[in-house]
């Protein structure tokens, strides 16, 4: 089935057991803090790097040799920054030429090592909606473990639809886990409001009695209370992206302050606004398009709406929800050989994702999902999606016949530099060290 892509993520908790060095620091009490984690016997290395930096230096095969090349990555355990990406076995990762380190060595067996994903929309998984009022902190740790081991996906914006105010300051107040409480799910980067600022026309699955026009003191009303500050280096959740309708009262005055005042990435969507008016907003700091052609006021002839700004390269980018079911694949086509290096790919999956058909709920909403597609209950509005972000990574290959590189940039990095996050979404010396191992990505077939 197109909608599975060929998969066999083995998550790097669950890989076969690590052969360790002959000389273990730790296990001789010498005192050594450094632990290398080597990744080795890679078969391919997706989004290794930017393009100009060239290609992975590759050392020659032994006498005889008729085996393919293999790479190797190290990743320092303490930091979980990349330290090496190279051929293997790397010059630095024998244990004669580092006594007094501590190697974690874990035979990769030729599967393809990709960057984790980085879903910037997604409103929940596995049952859990992250808009709900009965959702607390525990259900999204729980959430984000399975989509870094079961799917691959390490970085997340969890995704809050038009709520009341309290649902907001609520979820703001919400801390990061920390690095030494042993934390190993998908990294929180932030927030993705989406909502409460948006056009009824255009509401989707969202409540409609929720929605206010976004004057800067609505905004600083329901996402900037006196007592919650949005500070990206505190260690509070902080609100990183926000959807909203250009069209609306104050619209313009608020995306200036969302952008220059608080550090906020403001997406244009669930809109009936024109071209010339989405033209202006990004003029005020908008840069990015949330689910393109979805929720917002059709591409015509002679009113290209929202959609024109990605036409004529005045919205570089776009992000879009490829599931076979929000988005036509010759829309997809269409849109690929418009902005090929401007597709974000995401989920804008809801609690169904990752689970079963049936009766679940968006915020306030019932919803209703059938045959994997989900729809508002009673009518045929979709309702965010039953995908995840793996799956509209292949389906997008699949669809435009595209390289695993694009698709899985399209999935990763793209997203990441989208919501200026620059140390995920890329395997490359200095970047975090979130990575994932798939059997089938990388191959022709």
């Known amino acids: 089935?197109?909608?599975?892509?060929?998969?066999?993520?083995?998550?790097?908790?669950?890989?076969?057991?690590?052969?360790?060095?002959?000389?273990?620091?730790?296990?001789?009490?010498?005192?050594?803090?450094?632990?290398?984690?080597?990744?080795?016997?890679?078969?391919?290395i997706l989004c290794r790097q930017r393009r100009s930096a060239g290609p992975i230096p590759r050392s020659p095969a032994s006498p005889g040799r008729q085996s393919p090349v293999r790479y190797e990555v190290q990743i320092n355990l303490s930091t979980r920054n990349i330290v090496y990406v190279?051929?293997?076995?790397?010059?630095?990762?024998?244990?004669?030429?580092?006594?007094?380190?501590?190697?974690?060595?874990?035979?990769?067996?030729?599967?393809?090592?990709?960057?984790?994903?980085?879903?910037?929309?997604?409103?929940?998984?596995?049952?859990?909606?992250?808009?709900?009022?009965?959702?607390?902190?525990a259900d999204l740790r729980t959430?984000?473990?399975?989509l870094a081991r079961e799917r691959g996906v390490t970085s997340i914006l969890p995704t809050v639809v038009s709520s009341p105010p309290e649902v907001y300051a609520r979820l703001l107040r919400w801390r990061k886990p920390a690095i030494e409480e042993g934390y190993n799910g998908a990294k929180l980067l932030g927030w993705h409001f989406e909502g409460p600022f948006m056009s009824p026309k255009y509401k989707g699955a969202h409540d409609a009695s929720c929605m206010?026009?976004?004057?800067?003191?609505?905004?600083?009303?329901?996402?900037?209370?006196?007592?919650?500050?949005?500070?990206?280096?505190?260690?509070?959740?902080?609100?990183?992206?926000?959807?909203?309708?250009?069209?609306?009262?104050?619209?313009?005055?608020?995306?200036?302050?969302?952008?220059?005042?608080?550090?906020?990435?403001?997406?244009?969507?669930?809109?009936?606004?024109?071209?010339?008016?989405?033209?202006?907003?990004?003029?005020?700091?908008?840069?990015?398009?949330?689910?393109?052609?979805?929720a917002m006021a059709p591409f015509h002839h002679r009113k290209p709406g929202p959609v024109g700004l990605?036409?004529?390269?005045?919205?570089?980018?776009?992000?879009?929800?490829?599931?076979g079911h929000h988005v036509s694949d010759v829309t997809i086509k269409m849109l690929r050989a418009v902005r090929p290096g401007g597709i974000i790919l995401v989920s804008d999956g809801m609690a169904a994702s990752g689970s079963e058909d049936g009766e679940y709920v968006l915020g306030d909403v019932r919803v209703t999902v059938k045959d994997g597609k989900a729809t508002v209950t009673g009518t045929g509005t979709l309702a965010g999606s039953c995908a995840t972000l793996d799956q509209c990574v292949g389906l997008y290959r699949i669809i435009t016949g595209c390289t695993w590189e694009e698709a899985w940039e399209a999935g990763s990095l793209r997203p990441a530099e989208a919501v200026n996050v620059d140390d995920v979404g890329i395997v490359e010396v200095g970047k975090r060290g979130d990575v994932a191992l798939w059997e089938g990505v990388g191959d022709n077939g």
């Open 1 to 44: 089935s197109r909608k599975s892509m060929s998969r066999s993520s083995q998550p790097l908790d669950n890989a076969r057991s690590p052969k360790r060095s002959r000389r273990n620091d730790f296990e001789t009490g010498s005192g050594s803090t450094l632990r290398i984690l080597r990744l080795v016997n890679i078969g391919r």
């Open 86 to 137: 190279g051929s293997w076995p790397s010059p630095n990762g024998r244990e004669e030429a580092n006594e007094g380190v501590y190697y974690e060595v874990h035979d990769c067996d030729g599967h393809t090592l990709c960057p984790g994903l980085v879903d910037i929309q997604i409103n929940g998984a596995y049952g859990i909606d992250f808009s709900n009022p009965s959702c607390d902190f």
């Open 143 to 146: 959430t984000c473990v399975r």
């Open 212 to 294: 206010l026009d976004p004057t800067v003191e609505n905004v600083k009303k329901i996402y900037f209370s006196n007592d919650v500050k949005n500070d990206h280096d505190s260690t509070r959740i902080p609100l990183v992206l926000v959807t909203m309708a250009p069209e609306l009262p104050g619209a313009m005055d608020a995306i200036t302050h969302l952008t220059k005042d608080q550090n906020v990435v403001v997406s244009l969507g669930h809109t009936d606004a024109s071209y010339e008016v989405c033209h202006t907003a990004t003029k005020s700091g908008a840069s990015l398009l949330t689910h393109t052609f979805n």
């Open 310 to 323: 990605v036409v004529d390269g005045t919205m570089p980018r776009c992000s879009v929800i490829c599931d």
